[in-house]
């Protein structure tokens, strides 16, 4: 399979179009509280929204080796991702075709067959049933090399493992639209998880995306943040792909938000490792913290090479900016020049009020490096240490930094959504990615039901 190059062959042309899009009409009706715990409502979304789309199942570098496998859970389904004899990475339900016994039990595993627990049918990598004990006692014949596992179309694209639950999918790349190529220019193909984080929350999925496809609440829920992003919608770029359904903001980072007068000290805190890093003394920004952005593009364009990184492709602001994306119906991809923050919630098998949520962390550590400090993170990261998977409730178990205040909001939100009291949401402009997105969800649900 092919696999990212450096700089991703990167001209001019396939740079981010960084010019504003037209905003497309929304309709403005009140987004109300049954979407977040109808039984129904969740049904439609499963049928029309789910089944329909890409969605991403784990990490291309956890198929390193043939026979590799890992599994993935998305509402009532169990996804199979394996890399197959020939080095092709493939995906499928995983159910036996025996008699529907879930045939891969473990979350990571390797190994040339993959046998059933029940009755020891074994299935190769590519999904061909290879083994039945007593296959002469079978009267419409031996099985093994007629029956297959029921893949799924799939696709490996910036370092992640894409399924489709629709046969008749578009391909990866007409579904991303102009998304496709402006995050392939963050080469994430090379990034490495550092931070793996997946909870049972007890909120509908799409109070996380709602709250993703927007920056209104984080002077109230994310504190520090004025400290060194612009928190302000009147200093930030935010993108409706329309025809696709997804959405980007640009955020510009690496300085405090515009009108901060005061508290400098926290600011130079907070970035001083980043600073440093670069050889560059916070200290001297002191009357113009404004300029550190600027200061720090600068660096990095001369520096970039030296220290391991390749920006060749990269436009100036975003080697500083958070180039925020999220691609429908649920991922959200927060992007930086080292590193990404991933996050994804997918629908709980049973209750609309609640679902799971996955943070990751991925980093892209300087050539030749093996420990880097994560911005993200705040912690100095290493390659030799084989990142966990953390799960649990929420509340027991943490997200990581900044994700955490979100975490702590979408609980209490969930509960108003249910209440009575709750006749709809008054949103302003700039939370028109929300409204967007609810309406996206509608179209799916309508074109579904129009089929059917």
């Known amino acids: ?156 694209f910036a370092g992640f493992v894409w399924y489709s ?20 220019t963050y080469d994430m193909s090379r990034m490495k998880r550092t931070h793996w ?52 903001m640009i955020m510009p980072g690496d300085k405090p938000t515009v009108g901060l007068k005061s508290d400098f000290d926290t600011t130079k805190e907070i970035l001083k490792e980043q600073f440093e890093f670069w050889g560059l003394d916070p200290e001297k ?21 030296e220290k391991g990184f390749d920006y060749s492709g990269m436009h100036d602001e975003q080697l500083t900016d958070h180039f925020h994306y999220t691609i429908f119906p649920n991922l959200s991809l927060s992007l930086k020049p080292d590193g990404c923050i991933f996050l994804k919630a997918t629908p709980h098998p049973t209750d609309p009020a609640k679902c799971y949520f996955d943070t990751w962390f991925l980093m892209w550590f300087p050539d030749n490096a093996t420990e880097y400090y994560a911005a993200a993170m705040d912690d100095t990261v290493s390659l030799d240490v084989q990142v966990p998977h953390v799960t649990g409730k929420v509340r027991e178990v943490s997200c990581g930094p900044v994700i955490d205040d979100d975490v702590r909001v979408w609980s209490t939100q969930q509960k108003g959504l249910m209440s009575k009291g709750f006749t709809g949401s008054v949103m302003a402009d700039q939370e028109k990615r929300v409204q967007f997105f609810h309406e996206e969800v509608d179209r799916y649900i309508a074109r579904g039901e129009a089929r059917s």
């Open 197 to 248: 984080v997946t909870i049972e929350g007890d909120f509908n999925w799409k109070v996380v995306q709602d709250n993703f496809n927007e920056s209104y609440h984080l002077p109230f829920v994310h504190l520090g943040s004025k400290h060194i992003l612009e928190q302000s919608y009147k200093h930030c770029q935010m993108d409706i792909f329309e025809k696709e359904g997804h959405a980007r």
């Open 1 to 156: 399979m092919a696999t990212a190059q450096s700089n991703n062959g990167l001209d001019e042309s396939n740079r981010i179009d960084l010019i504003k899009l037209p905003e497309p009409k929304v309709a403005g009706e009140p987004v109300t509280g049954e979407r977040y715990h109808s039984e129904e409502f969740m049904q439609k979304e499963w049928d029309h929204v789910w089944t329909k789309t890409w969605l991403i199942a784990g990490l291309e570098e956890q198929l390193q080796k043939s026979g590799d496998r890992f599994t993935c859970e998305v509402g009532k389904e169990s996804i199979l991702c394996t890399r197959d004899d020939e080095g092709v990475i493939r995906a499928f339900y995983n159910v036996c075709q025996h008699r529907g016994n879930r045939l891969v039990h473990e979350e990571f595993s390797s190994g040339k067959i993959m046998a059933c627990n029940y009755h020891g049918w074994r299935f190769k990598p590519n999904g061909e049933l290879s083994f039945v004990p007593d296959a002469k006692d079978f009267t419409q014949g031996n099985p093994c090399g007629k029956l297959r596992l029921k893949e799924l179309p799939c696709a490996v």
């Open 165 to 184: 639950m629709d046969e008749d999918v578009m391909s990866l790349e007409d579904f991303l639209g102009p998304v496709y190529a402006q995050i392939n």
């Open 285 to 305: 920004f002191r009357d113009d913290p404004q300029g550190m952005r600027v200061a720090m593009q600068n660096i990095k364009r001369e520096l970039g090479a």
